[in-house]
């Protein structure tokens, strides 16, 4: 059974810049949720992708969006780049409402 | 809106011996489930024990267990045998049964960092 991976594992940006990060879900897992954790702080929810549907958000605007593909792989994106955004980016994939499995996370620095 | 905390930020204890990590959360749901999650500094997330708040029996997971305290709402974790392995950083987490918007996602606290000293 192959895990949930993520590329890049680590990425360096400048701001205002635009990245995609990536995520490959768990075999047999059709959800994908995307998390954002600053140093030192707990993961905070960024949005929930189900069969290829946006199915919930959390508290982060819209230059921040996501896609989920046919395989269920998903790709997060963000736009216009702020320092703020630096943080490591976690995936999880699911069954519907199941347990959540990580992936490594990818590490973005914005400079 | 539901909330978890982690009041200890940093832990620490010998080999062998014993550990607890508190957690409190608030909610006005009366069916959800209390995770534990592990991050190395490898920084993948490991789930460590999950307990359903329908249940009372505390959940176990060999030298991992929880106090589930639901009119408390506290969820504490006590690592018994403490091995150098278990040094990480630990998150309580929080999640609706039936998710907000059906989206199950969890719910954080800020981490606590256990050192294990030998």
């Known amino acids: 059974e192959t895990g949930v991976t993520q590329s890049p594992t680590h990425l360096i940006k400048t701001r205002g810049q635009q990245v995609t990060l990536r995520c490959s879900s768990q075999?047999?897992?059709?959800?994908v949720s995307w998390y954002q954790q600053a140093l030192g702080q707990g993961p905070q929810f960024i949005f929930q992708?189900?069969?290829?549907?946006?199915?919930g958000r959390g508290n982060f605007p819209p230059r921040f969006s996501g896609l989920q593909f046919p395989n269920y792989s998903s790709e997060l994106n963000v736009n216009a780049l702020e320092l703020d955004d630096s943080a490591l980016y976690l995936c999880?994939?699911?069954?519907?409402?199941?347990?959540?499995?990580f992936g490594p996370g990818t590490r973005l620095t914005v400079t | 809106a539901q909330t978890v905390t982690q009041s200890q930020p940093e832990m620490s204890v010998q080999e062998a011996e014993t550990v607890t990590l508190s957690c409190t959360y608030d909610?006005?749901?009366?069916?959800?489930?209390l995770f534990w999650y592990k991050q190395p500094p490898s920084r993948q997330m490991i789930l460590v024990i999950r307990?359903?708040?329908?249940?009372?029996q505390n959940a176990t997971e060999n030298r991992f267990s929880v106090n589930f305290q639901k009119a408390a709402k506290s969820f504490s974790l006590k690592i018994s045998d403490s091995q150098l392995g278990d040094a990480a950083m630990y998150f309580c987490?929080?999640?609706?049964?039936?998710?907000?918007?059906?989206?199950?996602?969890?719910?954080f606290g800020q981490g606590t960092t256990l050192q294990v000293k030998p």
């Open positions: 992708y189900y069969r290829e549907e946006e199915n």
């Open positions: 307990q359903e708040a329908y249940k009372q």
């Open positions: 999880a994939s699911s069954s519907r409402m199941g347990e959540q499995y």
């Open positions: 075999s047999g897992h059709n959800t």
């Open positions: 909610t006005s749901e009366s069916d959800y489930y």
């Open positions: 987490a929080y999640r609706s049964a039936h998710g907000s918007g059906n989206t199950g996602k969890l719910i």
